[in-house]
């Protein structure tokens, strides 16, 4: 209830109840214990928008308006009370000072345990030793495999010597780390700052001496990529992104580096939590504001006013055919502008970044560029920019078939850096000459659509309608049997990864790999723990992983697309209500005042457009669902067994991958406007429940907004969200300029103070010696 009071009090007044008197009363109303003294003299130093969200710190609750601050400074005695209340300001500055001072030594203490949990670079000499151990291993295997199929003996003492090389590699490794890890140096925190680069923005260290781009501590030198081996689940979910992002199969991932930042990290999840986080590819030559991949994995995205802008979905690479030519002209998603490097036989090289992005709520705008002339409103987090994909079947000229169809590409715009975070940075090579096994074959009747189901007694592959109008028009053919065509008979198998012309034909549960007879003799599954893992039969395995997938296709998404779906429903009859009353509110306006109605269309365009934002980020949680399963269902399994067994294991993370992380933040409440007396126009807001079970908390942000007569808008806690990007050295800075601003005039106020009081003492003295005199003297007369 005392919070309520003090908002209304902060935004209307304590006396908005009460006719405007020129009684005493209602001019000293600053002087009530609920109004903050503090803020009347320039600054509270434990208001929320100082200290931030996560700071251990009770936040004032009392009333800061600045209505008090206009009668304070109408007030004859305004000076004298500003002495007063900045000694009360003092004590709080103080406070909050002792507080952050003891955050950063405790911050500090906790750096210097996590220093020894790191593992160390190893010397060159023993990364040169590790290397050409490896290198004797593998030349064992290679001898080994080069022998012919009656050498038994010979191999398997090559493949046990290579082994041993191995051992013993893992033990020099061992041993070396732990050396490494006992020369680490006693502690690796910045004594000159006095905490920890966590704690710091980028460009105030840069003003520090030694922080500089040409100075800086050992503690901030340290790698910031990591390779990803090729056998990781991380390969084959970046492999799978890249083929699905880009809608071909025609590239194949070279190389990946895992550029986790913890810094980084930490600030990214402490500003995006709760919110919608997506990833996003970003091309290393679209990289803005001319940073180096190793900046931005070390410091961070620069956003700059303009921020930086990130595309969601599919992504156009400039030469999709062998020929170099770009087919369509429609928006097939974002257009790459960097053709890669040039490799021999017509292979390019591009290199992209894979980020997280915390969208948040976005606000919608038409065009990019409007973004450099917006201001960001409060509740929102990102800029999104309108984009009409072109969902159309595409035929490939080169390759008959046809290319999958749905397209996604959603344009994002953060200005906050800590919305995005760096994650893998990648080489993939896009081979215009290998074939493209996402196309689906044409119907073998019309010529013009995918075909889908195979018929045996035809031999032939038909499209949907060509099947029901084939096999409807006799009985004898409608008992042909059809199966759908990525179950029709002799169909090749398809490669063993690790050898390519080798045919695989059976798959290792354990690993989730096909592999072939030269993989079982003398390959990965012919030593070791290896060879005793159980085995099926390649066709057997993808016929039942392409069963799992049609019964249990996308269990995770199916609830969240209902509730979503609901959602958008919901979200339409709110939009419509909010429109209809605006109507109502414009023939009730019309006849009073010309300017209310103006008003008042402002405002409901407000309260629809934040409506209309929820519901399209609700539509494209449906839209990339769908491309999701549009995906799988009309082109993954089509793929080869082995392929299409991988590409099932990365969808299925995929899948999980969006359930943790798309989720979309709760639609604002529903909001009605209604005509009050005096002419003024009030949105009121209420928050709403959704049945949305495992979802965090939203980003919602309640809001009171009036708007009078004279045009005055008070806003009350809609910019609760922005206050929570303050970090503890911006509250500390603010706070310690603050004292020392306040500091030197409050020891003067005292020191003048005590001199008045002294020549008052003085006096009270001197006027107390001449009545005892005068009493003594009348003693004599008497």
């Known amino acids: 209830m005392n919070k309520a009071r003090a908002m209304l009090d902060a935004l209307m007044g304590p006396g908005r109840d009460q006719i405007e008197k020129e009684g005493k009363g209602v001019k000293e109303k600053f002087k009530d214990d609920s109004v903050c003294k503090s803020f009347l003299v320039g600054l509270c130093p434990l208001d929320a928008s100082i200290l931030g969200g996560k700071r251990k710190f009770k936040v004032c609750e009392k009333i800061h308006s600045e209505l008090m601050k206009d009668q304070l400074a109408k007030h004859p005695d305004a000076e004298q009370l500003k002495r007063e209340y900045e000694k009360t300001q003092m004590r709080d500055l103080d406070f909050v000072i002792r507080e952050c001072e003891a955050h950063i030594a405790s911050e500090k203490n906790r750096i210097r345990e996590d220093v020894r949990r790191k593992k160390p670079p190893l010397p060159i000499q023993v990364n040169d030793k590790l290397a050409q151990m490896k290198r004797e291993s593998s030349a064992l295997i290679q001898r080994a495999e080069a022998l012919d199929d009656d050498k038994v003996r010979e191999k398997e003492e090559l493949i046990q010597q290579a082994n041993d090389v191995l051992k013993e590699r893992e033990s020099v490794l061992e041993e070396e780390t732990k050396k490494a890890i006992a020369a680490l140096p006693p502690q690796e925190v910045c004594e000159l700052v006095r905490t920890s680069r966590a704690l710091l923005t980028l460009s105030w260290l840069l003003q520090r001496p030694g922080h500089g781009a040409m100075e800086l501590h050992k503690a901030h030198d340290q790698p910031f990529a990591v390779p990803v081996t090729r056998r990781s689940p991380e390969w084959g979910w970046l492999e799978y992104l890249l083929h699905a992002s880009c809608s071909t199969y025609r590239l194949r991932l070279r190389s990946a580096w895992s550029v986790a930042n913890k810094r980084l990290n930490v600030e990214f999840e402490s500003r995006c939590k709760g919110l919608l986080q997506l990833h996003a590819w970003l091309p290393v030559a679209e990289i803005p504001f001319g940073q180096t991949v190793e900046d931005i994995c070390r410091n961070g995205f620069k956003a700059g006013h303009t921020g930086v802008s990130f595309h969601v979905g599919n992504l156009q690479l400039p030469s999709l055919y062998s020929d170099g030519r770009d087919r369509g002209g429609n928006d097939r998603g974002h257009n790459v502008k960097s053709r890669g490097r040039s490799l021999p036989a017509g292979r390019r090289l591009y290199e992209f970044l894979l980020c997280r992005l915390g969208a948040g709520r976005s606000y919608l705008i038409d065009n990019p560029s409007h973004a450099e002339t917006l201001a960001l409103p409060p509740e929102y987090d990102s800029f999104f920019t309108r984009h009409s994909p072109a969902n159309e079947q595409v035929i490939h000229e080169e390759y008959p078939g ?39 074959p044409l119907c073998d009747h019309c010529g013009l659509q995918a075909a889908m189901v195979y018929c045996e007694a035809d031999d032939a592959i038909f499209c949907r309608p060509c099947d029901s109008r084939i096999h409807s028009a006799n009985k004898l053919a409608a008992r042909h049997i059809r199966v759908d065509i990525n179950r029709r008979p002799n169909a090749p198998l398809g490669n063993c990864p690790d050898h390519a012309g080798s045919e695989a034909d059976m798959y290792c549960t354990e690993c989730k790999v096909p592999v072939c007879q030269h993989c079982r003799k003398l390959g990965s599954h012919s030593a070791g723990e290896a060879k005793k893992h159980r085995l099926v039969n390649l066709r057997e395995a993808y016929q039942h992983a392409l069963k799992a997938s049609t019964v249990t296709a996308n269990s995770v998404l199916t609830d969240r697309q209902r509730v979503e779906s609901q959602q958008v429903s919901e979200l339409d009859r709110r939009l419509v209500t909010v429109q209809e009353s605006t109507q109502a509110l414009e023939d009730g306006i019309y006849d009073q005042v010309q300017l209310a109605v103006k008003q008042g269309q402002a405002l409901a365009e407000e309260q629809a457009l934040l409506l209309m934002a929820d519901e399209l980020e609700a539509k494209r949680q449906l839209d990339q669902a769908a491309w999701m399963d549009s995906f799988l269902e009309e082109h993954v399994k089509n793929l080869p067994p082995p392929d299409f067994l991988e590409a099932w294991l990365q969808h299925a993370k995929v899948r999980q991958e969006v359930s943790q992380l798309g989720r979309l933040t709760e639609p604002r409440s529903s909001a009605t406007l209604r005509l009050e007396g005096g002419l003024r126009l009030v949105a009121d807001t209420a928050e ?79 006027k ?8 003594s003297r009348a003693k004599d007369k008497l």
């Open 688 to 766: 709403a429940t959704w049945s949305r079970p495992g979802d965090a908390p939203g980003g919602v942000s309640s809001s009171t907004t009036r708007v009078g007569v004279c045009g005055t808008v008070y806003e009350g806690d809609a910019g609760k969200a922005v206050h929570e990007k303050f970090r503890i050295h911006e509250a500390y800075t603010i706070v310690r300029k603050r004292m020392d601003e306040i500091q030197p005039r409050v020891e003067e106020w005292e020191k003048a103070e005590k001199a008045k009081k002294g020549e008052e003492d003085v006096k009270k003295k001197e």
């Open 768 to 775: 107390e010696n001449g009545k005892l005199e005068s009493r």
């Open 402 to 440: 046809v290319l999958p169809r749905h397209v996604l590409h959603h344009e994002y715009m953060v200005r906050d850096p800590a919305q995005a975070l760096p994650v893998y940075l990648v080489h993939f090579e896009f081979d215009p000459e290998m074939p493209e096994l996402l196309n689906l």
